[in-house]
């Protein structure tokens, strides 16, 4: 059976996958659940990634503190690929992680340097956990700098152990992410499932945060069968919808709110998506040249509802304790009703934030 939706369903079975209906998560851990991740980004002109997306789902009463309480902890969340994941992905990431990794190049590389990695993995061992700056490089190859990455090898061959399930990230002080061995920090009673297994489960997972989305996408890790089958008006586009998520629709439309998404939100991942089912050419204006830039450096894009409606250029000025609004643009002119929802929730970010807003 295929499913037939309409673009606005699809929109709200997206939305609500989301946690950006008119209903609040009430916590970290059901952001993550629902989510599958938050993304770390460093880039604050209101407040880092990670705050924002929670905000944007729990609202007033999410504090950064709580964030910090379910990672180094609780363990409740882990931090993995930049990204804080809900501890309950984990043992479906591991038989991937394990056969990590599958590039030749890579492979020859820790080869060449087994003896830093056992280096490393024995520090961490004595005197665990630490700092990549607290341990000495002793590399027996060296990666050229990349942009990403400098001369230092401790940082490149701490992220492969991660990825390979060996070490984990126990937290950070400020930017800085301090390490330890793996065995210390996951839990050991998790459950074991095999290749196969875990692909299905991980596959559902993702479909249960997209609510709809393409199947057998590289980046998204919803599987060619997860889920059922759908197609929305106008499309052509060959989807897979959560179950669950089709049965919500059945609840009554409770017409949504506004929320302010980070520029790296998980909803705006899909571009191609966001054109074909919100008619959003959503464009990151983060790397552009200032005179090319129509909307701002890293303007918030408006969600009314389960539609797109503007972008929002702020930023905070910690120096004078306000919220800076240069422009609230707007796709289309505003009702009074919606110019009065988004000042309404930019009071809300700027008392969260614990500033007074300035208008430009």
């Not at 659940?33 to 944007?56: F, M, N």
């Not at 409740?76 to 992905?89: K, T």
């Not at 586009?237 to 998404?261: I, T």
């Amino acid at each position: 059976m295929v499913h037939e939706l309409t673009k606005d369903q699809a929109r709200r079975i997206i939305v609500r996958a989301q946690l950006l209906d008119a209903g609040r998560a009430g916590d970290v851990v059901e952001v993550a659940e629902q989510l599958g991740y938050v993304k770390i980004d460093p880039t604050a002109t209101i407040a880092p990634c990670e705050h924002t997306v929670l905000w944007s789902r729990i609202g007033w009463s999410y504090e950064p503190g709580q964030l910090q309480k379910a990672v180094e902890i609780d363990r409740q969340l882990f931090e993995f690929d930049g990204a804080f994941r809900p501890m309950s992905l984990l043992p479906l990431m591991l038989p991937k992680m394990r056969r990590w990794p599958e590039r030749e190049k890579t492979k020859q590389w820790l080869e060449a340097n087994d003896r830093f990695a056992r280096d490393i993995l024995a520090r961490l061992k004595a005197d665990g956990p630490l700092l990549a700056s607290d341990i000495p490089d002793t590399a027996q190859v060296s990666r050229a700098p990349d942009g990403w990455s400098g001369s230092n090898q401790v940082p490149i061959m701490l992220d492969f152990l991660l990825r390979q399930g060996k070490v984990a990230i126990v937290g950070r002080e400020g930017r800085h992410r301090r390490w330890d061995l793996a065995e210390r920090v996951y839990p050991t009673d998790l459950p074991a499932y095999s290749d196969e297994e875990a692909a299905e489960l991980l596959g559902e997972r993702m479909l249960q945060a997209a609510g709809l989305a393409k199947p057998h996408w590289w980046w998204n890790g919803v599987g060619k069968n997860s889920g059922e089958a759908a197609v929305v008006e106008g499309s052509t586009w060959k989807l897979r919808v959560d179950p669950e998520a089709l049965a919500a629709l059945e609840e009554a439309d409770d017409g949504g709110r506004v929320a302010f998404l980070n520029p790296y939100d998980s909803l705006l991942f899909d571009r191609g998506r966001l054109r074909e089912l919100f008619e959003f050419e959503y464009v990151l204006e983060q790397f552009k040249p200032k005179p090319q830039r129509r909307y701002g450096y890293f303007a918030h894009p408006i969600l009314m509802g389960d539609r797109f409606v503007g972008m929002l250029d702020a930023e905070l000025d910690r120096s004078r304790d306000v919220l800076r609004v240069n422009a609230v643009h707007e796709f289309l002119p505003f009702e009074p009703e919606e110019h009065e929802m988004v000042r309404a929730e930019i009071a809300e970010l700027a008392e969260w934030l614990g500033v007074t807003v300035a208008m430009s």
